[in-house]
């Protein structure tokens, strides 16, 4: 049950994500900061990370159970009952408040407008074809919550680096939903694949993770940090582009391969470019 309930939220997603939290931390104290700080910064990470999965999965089981491709997820097929997902949404969230309260008093009054996004995209795409940048507003909050739960405060690099993250995901989450364009235009689900068609979407795609790069460098200026940080960011750069040149709008075959690796590397890319770059 506890393997199917990982498989349900996608732990090893936490790979793009967690990250990007640990890359705000380490701005904000300008190198390491503490173990309780980290601990607690995961733990607070990985409840509203999993809940918000969960959430997920339990608002799209009819329209997963429609979906060839997602018919055997753990909901629609039964592996997974209503009430197991509920309970593992409850476990998430107080894990996830409490964590927000050891660290801080802003991050425990914040943490339920960050949840409440988190819940928000999973009905996005019902109603908006800018659902994919919702999903990237969510993954950017990782790196402003990292440097709230060091140092207390909002500021601008950590809001210029998630936009940054906010153009990233919703680059490869437009990439990712190609595979679904026939059924969104069926169950008219938004998307911008199933407005604009699989091509212009790529161009779109390529268009927001140029925007991207650009941001995170800013966000790096405004920190102030070395040169390595601008020379690891080509490394960035490569994979992206690496990322667009594995697909074609005639052929998908190679999307796991550009959303699951390129991505994972991409984010764990950006947090050695900025551990390197500190003064």
Not at 10 to 27: D, V
Not at 170 to 181: K, P, T
Not at 199 to 209: E, F, I, S, T
Request: net charge positive; hydrophobic share 60%.
């Amino acid at each position: 049950m506890i393997w199917r309930l990982f498989s349900l939220v996608k732990i090893e997603h936490t790979l793009f994500a967690l990250p990007l939290a640990l890359t705000g931390s380490i701005l904000a104290a300008r190198g390491m900061p503490s173990l309780r700080i980290l601990g607690l910064a995961a733990l607070a990470f990985a409840g509203a990370r999993t809940a918000a999965m969960a959430f997920n999965r339990l608002a799209d089981r009819h329209l997963d159970a429609l979906n060839p491709r997602t018919a055997e997820r753990e909901i629609p097929s039964g592996q997974i009952k209503l009430y197991q997902a509920w309970a593992l949404i409850v476990v998430a969230v107080a894990i996830y408040f409490l964590a927000a309260l050891a660290l801080n008093w802003v991050c425990f009054w914040l943490s339920p407008v960050a949840l409440a996004i988190l819940f928000a995209y999973s009905y996005s795409k019902r109603f908006t074809w800018l659902c994919h940048f919702f999903l990237g507003l969510c993954l950017g909050l990782a790196p402003v919550a990292g440097w709230l739960a060091v140092t207390g405060r909002v500021e601008s690099t950590p809001v210029v680096l998630g936009i940054g993250v906010l153009f990233w995901v919703a680059g490869f989450d437009v990439i990712y939903a190609c595979q679904d364009l026939e059924f969104d235009r069926r169950a008219k689900l938004y998307s911008m694949p199933a407005w604009l068609g699989t091509r212009a979407a790529l161009r779109l795609a390529g268009l927001a993770h140029i925007a991207a790069i650009c941001l995170f460098v800013l966000a790096g200026r405004l920190a102030g940090l070395n040169w390595p940080f601008y020379l690891l960011s080509l490394v960035t750069c490569g994979l992206l582009y690496w990322e667009h040149k594995l697909l074609h709008p005639d052929d998908l075959s190679r999307l796991d391969l550009a959303f699951f690796n390129v991505n994972s590397m991409v984010s764990f890319s950006l947090l050695l470019a900025v551990w390197f770059g500190l003064p």
